[in-house]
């Protein structure tokens, strides 16, 4: 008897999941071996951890049917980064990616030799993409939050298209389906969001890709914990209710702070006011947790941080907590001073505005 379609929301619940069988969990413990036995021959699925491992398989069988292609799971999100950069882009070949993306990549694609890289803002990718053996896409970025038209770009790119889905997720937007040939994620944001463990993981629906990925992972050793695997595939169970928590959470803290006079500028792909709200309307289901604030100074982006009581002044995002800091601390992203990316969390929505408008509230005016 066939299926009913379900919602990816629902599919996350049970993706990865074995079949029932009578006294069984409903899912095994992790595998927590760095040996198998291994007798005669080399022979079969398990010959040695850094190889493969039950409790990564679960888990990429989770992602891939998520994202509608095959999964790798690697250490972290950065893991699996430089897995798709270094794995995937060879020398004498072109690389184009966002000089707007996240920061880490672009210093991984600096360190390639023989390669010749090509940036351009998010919105200006279009004159490079038929230039590129490998197009890198962020959308949306982090952490200026700019979207670009995956499908677009991806027809346009004569060779393969890998997009950054970690803002999103699987949940929010499909890469894959919109015609890319690989996605990336760091799991550690709000894949598995509960801010306790680092991950990340690539999904293909080409089996060269995929095979030069599993060899890169084998030969670097870049591989991910049993027990944080186990714990990302728990985590994958409540994604929809989390997300759809922390994108309304979002879209309030967005709209509010729009409206107030301290700020100068809030953005959101959710908001209407965003230069590519139609194209994310368009191209995802879901608007992601995190918004930017422009308070004009970091002084007066401290001053708001140091007022909030509900949010942790922290780096990352897409946790159940909700965090912010000021992202040129790091001097590395092109954000003015006064920016604040702002990750929304799953806590009742009326008391994080409630905070949000007495901090902003608190703000000396802005200077004429």
Known sequence: MSQPPVSPATR??????????????????????????????????????????????????????????????????????????????????????PSDCYYTVRQVADRLHGVTVLTAPTRELADLAPQADLLWLESPGNPGLEVCDIAALAAACPGLTVVDNTTATALGQSPLALGADVVVSSDTKLTTGHSDLLLGHVSTTSETAYAALADWR???????????????HRSLATLGLRSAQACANALAVAALAEEHPAVLEARYPGLPSHPEHALATR???????????????????????????????????????????????????????????????????????????????GLPALAP
């Open 283 to 361: 191209q995802m289901s879901a608007y992601g947790p995190v918004l930017g604030l422009d308070l004009g100074t970091a002084e007066r982006a401290q001053a708001f941080l140091s007022a909030l009581r509900l949010v942790d002044e922290a780096t990352s995002f897409g946790g159940v907590h909700s965090t912010a800091e000021r992202r040129m601390r790091w001097g590395a992203d092109a954000v003015g001073e006064g920016y604040v990316r702002f990750s929304a969390g799953v806590e009742a929505t009326a008391d994080l505005v409630a905070d949000v408008q007495q901090a902003l509230d």
């Open 12 to 97: 996350a619940v049970r993706a990865g999941v074995p079949e029932p069988v009578h006294g069984a969990p409903f899912r095994a413990g992790p595998v927590m071996a760095s040996t198998y036995h291994l007798l005669g021959d080399v022979s079969g699925e398990w010959v040695y951890a850094r190889n493969g491992n039950p409790t990564w398989t679960a888990y990429e069988t989770a992602v891939g049917e998520l994202d509608g292609g095959r999964a790798l799971v690697f250490a972290s999100g950065m893991a699996a980064c430089s897995a798709a950069l270094l794995a995937l882009v060879q020398p004498g070949t072109t690389l184009v990616l």
């Open 218 to 232: 084998r030969l670097t050793g870049g591989v991910a914990g049993p027990h944080e695997t186990w714990l990302a």
